[in-house]
């Protein structure tokens, strides 16, 4: 007892009922936060697992194909029939304005390489293009130019127009010397975007100036974008003939440019469906047939 009281005088005394006793005495309450930690890991765990496994989820959902519609589910016209819904769609309308467009679904995945290229359709549907041919005008190669009917041939003079914000042409060519120059000039971020700056893919950078101007002046250009071959096949004042001629031409060069793709580069392309449609209508697949017995004559529809 002596050696408690000993032992407390050391330290401050505090009245408990009536008892007098010393800080060690008394029953001190202590506070864990190792449970509470336990339960906050446990459910960050669970939430990390269930996002994990909804992004899984999701992962599965994405289709490394184009979705396809089911064409056995679509109603499909002849060329002759769908030229006879459109021109009712375009009625009022100026027929020297709107065009025929046509667009070519491709079955291919998603992720590779796109059809990219130049047509010279048997009919012209732009008759106004204006070529520029970025050369010396005095050179060999800028005389065969405007002699071929370019509408602007030159360098730093059209290098300044470009940067300026002058673009007033359809095409651009140049030839492989050039290309340097160009680059330097900041040329491509200027044409690219807008699908104008020369490329040896396109054929647009060429020794043959002559040549390559005359095919401009009546090509159009297409590029496939999300599995779709987009393009102008036509006026509306073409006769159905005129304009099956034009169909079948784009139609076939997508296929064997589509064919060497898989050959060369290994990927795989295919024309799964074609939707013809023009500036005021709806589109109207077709089902590779130019008319039937019961269409309308054809002389009825090449009227504008």
Not at 106 to 121: C, E
Not at 133 to 143: C, F, T, Y
Not at 247 to 260: F, G
């Amino acid at each position: 007892m002596n050696s408690l009281r000993s032992s407390c005088s050391a330290h401050t005394t505090i009245p408990v009922n009536g008892i007098s006793l010393c800080r060690t005495q008394l029953p001190i309450r202590t506070f864990s936060s190792s449970s509470t930690l336990s339960a906050q890991k446990t459910q960050s765990s669970s939430a990390k697992a269930a996002a994990q496994k909804a992004k899984q989820k999701r992962k599965k959902k994405k289709y490394v194909n184009y979705k396809m519609p089911n064409l056995s589910d679509l109603t499909q016209y002849t060329l002759c029939d769908a030229i006879q819904y459109i021109k009712a769609f375009e009625a009022g309308h100026n027929s020297s304005i709107p065009k025929y467009d046509l667009a070519i679904r491709l079955k291919t995945k998603k992720d590779g390489p796109v059809l990219r290229n130049q047509i010279k359709l048997p009919y012209s549907v732009k008759t106004d293009i204006r070529v520029c041919v970025l050369v010396d005008p005095n050179s060999k190669a800028g005389k065969q130019a405007k002699e071929a009917g370019a509408a602007i041939v030159g360098l730093e003079d059209v290098f300044d127009q470009v940067k300026n914000g002058k673009i007033d042409f359809d095409r651009c060519i140049t030839t492989p010397e050039m290309l340097p120059q160009l680059n330097k000039a900041g040329l491509p971020r200027i044409l690219g975007p807008r699908g104008l700056m020369p490329s040896v893919k396109l054929g647009t950078v060429t020794d043959n100036m002559s040549a390559s101007v005359k095919n401009m002046l009546g090509a159009s250009t297409y590029r496939e974008r999300q599995g779709v071959v987009r393009m102008a096949v036509g006026r509306l004042a073409f006769t159905p003939e005129q304009l099956r001629d034009n169909v079948k031409a784009l139609i076939s060069q997508v296929k064997r440019q589509s064919n060497l793709m898989s050959e060369t580069q290994n990927f795989s392309k295919e024309v799964y469906e074609v939707v013809l449609s023009s500036t005021n209508s709806p589109g109207f697949s077709l089902n590779g047939e130019f008319r039937t017995a019961n269409s309308i004559p054809t002389q009825q529809l090449a009227i504008a």
